[in-house]
């Protein structure tokens, strides 16, 4: 006797190849037989009514652990309404271990205000036990942060590291890895990793690829100085052969949009010379960060309370000013998403807050900063929407959130609509957008991600593997979220299992969290 059979679905298992009408049983939290009927009995059996049957969806660049969602909101809802079975956190440099000293988790803070976090951990090792005596509604993989290691070693210093430093470095690196961590990220544009030398990172890169470990590249510039970025990255994966990915690959801002192509045709060079080089991209022309990520590099170099005297400064305040002025960043149409204290400006543009405070919207950039709290984020419109599509629709690419797994509605805050319908919104694209065929498709999402980070058993559907699954109409899905009202389900995936159960059915998330932590190996 089966505990469940899915019943006429049709069959796209993750690997590429053309969907079929088949059944398929599960037995536990594994695929146990795979047939074009199976009568055997079972305590539970779902017509999929020749919709199509996928393994769930694997997100490569996940912030659930960022954003403090895995203790705050295990139940994922805007990923697994979206059909992710398991994630991978740890991303951009910053991850919730080791902890060497309290300033390591001071990485963390431009995303989440860590007020009343209970943290008992230390080490990486002792992060995934404490972890694994939780459950979420997906599997949860993470990396360790480069920021995190490194802030634990130096704190909020802004220099090179000593030689011991380094070795020191290297250590935790290896014992993080050896503890679970899938690989390690790095976030080179945020304050603490602006100054790292390439050779610190060769040295580090070295390490992942001897453990056969990722890294996760979070590019040093989005920028004027893509091309670089993409070089230095594309330099490390050349010298170490390490397994590399660029995180949420874009240009950002109209006058860099004619870099795009370079910079594709470089990853692609990469990747024919014989480099493991990939990239991850989400479907939205709009970025959603730190609101202080566009002051000047020198303004934020040594952290919050440095910048803040640079404010007070009026001959360096009004160079602040003069850079954002200058900086070609459109500031009035630009969203507050969230502040870390109650300001009631959210859902506003700054455009509309600075007319309220008769005020220019640069400066009333440097008031929102100052008042807001550690913890400021924005939308800003400044992707090109055609390079948006060729990112993900490229062969090299995953399609992954860059989100976090949120709740139906939090007050007074809005999160980024990736977090939400970034699977579904890409799955339209493609289906009915006629990009790519809906196998193609699906391998993005699945086994092709779990190809990249070493996850065994997942990724597709096969035999023995787990029974990860999403069942979805192929017509209807798509996302319904957006920057006002992010805050909603997509619409056409009725089923998600994980581990064998449901997380999703008929279209209503269960209060079932199947989900644990992974480990490497
Ligand atoms: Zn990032």
């Given at each position: 006797m089966y505990s469940l059979i899915i019943k006429n679905a049709q069959l796209v298992d993750g690997t590429g190849e053309p969907g079929r009408l088949s059944d398929v049983a599960i037995q536990g939290d594994k695929i146990v037989n795979i047939d074009q009927s199976i009568n055997t009995p079972a305590e539970d059996v779902i017509d999929a009514g020749g919709k199509v049957l996928a393994p769930g969806f694997i997100d490569l660049q996940n912030h659930s652990d960022s954003y403090w969602q895995i203790f705050d909101n295990p139940q994922f809802d805007s990923l697994v309404t979206q059909g992710y079975t398991s994630i991978v956190i740890g991303n951009c440099g910053a991850s919730l271990a080791p902890l060497l000293s309290h300033d390591a988790l001071l990485s963390i803070q431009k995303w989440h205000s860590l007020e009343g976090a209970n943290i008992n951990w230390q080490s990486f090792s002792e992060y995934i036990e404490e972890l694994s005596r939780h459950r979420f509604a997906c599997n949860v993989a993470s990396l360790v942060g480069y920021s995190t290691l490194r802030r634990g070693i130096v704190g909020d210093q802004v220099r090179s590291l000593e030689k011991e430093e380094l070795a020191a470095l290297k250590k935790f690196l290896v014992e993080s890895i050896d503890a679970g961590a899938f690989g390690m990220s790095s976030g080179l544009s945020y304050s603490h990793e602006i100054i790292i030398s390439e050779i610190e990172l060769y040295e580090l890169a070295k390490i992942l690829t001897q453990k056969k470990a990722l890294f996760s590249i979070h590019l040093r510039s989005e920028g004027s100085e893509i091309s670089e970025a993409v070089e230095e990255s594309l330099d490390i994966a050349r010298s170490t052969e390490v397994n590399l990915k660029i995180s949420h690959l874009k240009v950002r801002n109209e006058s860099n949009w004619p870099k795009f192509d370079e910079i594709i045709q470089k990853i692609e060079n990469a990747y024919h010379k014989g480099y493991n080089v990939h990239f991850d991209a989400y479907p939205y022309s709009a970025i959603w960060q730190p609101?202080?990520?566009?002051?000047?590099r020198w303004a934020i170099e040594g952290g919050r309370q440095v910048m803040l005297k640079h404010f007070e400064n009026p001959v360096q305040r009004n160079k602040i000013l003069a850079h954002l002025n200058n900086s070609g960043v459109k500031f009035p149409g630009m969203l507050v998403a969230?502040?870390?204290?109650?300001?009631?400006?959210?859902?506003?543009t700054i455009g509309q807050i600075a007319k309220n405070m008769e005020v220019s919207s640069e400066q009333a950039v440097l008031h929102l900063i100052q008042n807001g709290g550690s913890e400021v984020l924005v939308f800003e419109e400044n992707l090109n929407p055609e390079q948006v599509k060729q990112a993900m629709f490229h062969p090299l690419s995953f399609v992954a959130t860059d989100g976090g797994g949120f709740p139906p509605a939090i007050k007074d805050r809005l999160v980024h609509p990736r977090c939400f319908g970034s699977a579904p919104k890409f799955l339209n694209m493609a289906i009915n957008g006629r990009e790519l065929s809906l196998e193609k498709a699906v391998k993005k999402l699945t086994s092709a991600p779990a190809e990249k980070i070493g996850?065994?058993?997942?990724?597709e559907i096969k035999i023995g593997n787990f029974a990860d699954l999403v069942i979805f109409d192929p017509e209807k899905i798509n996302s319904l979220a957006s920057y006002q009202n992010p805050y909603q389900f997509s619409q056409g995936i009725s089923h998600v299992f994980v581990n064998g159960k449901a997380v999703l059915t008929g279209g209503k998330i269960t209060t079932q969290l199947p989900g644990y932590v992974l480990r490497k190996n």
């Open positions: 609101l202080y990520a566009y002051l000047p969230s502040t870390a204290n109650k300001l009631n400006f959210v859902g506003k996850l065994k058993k997942r990724g």
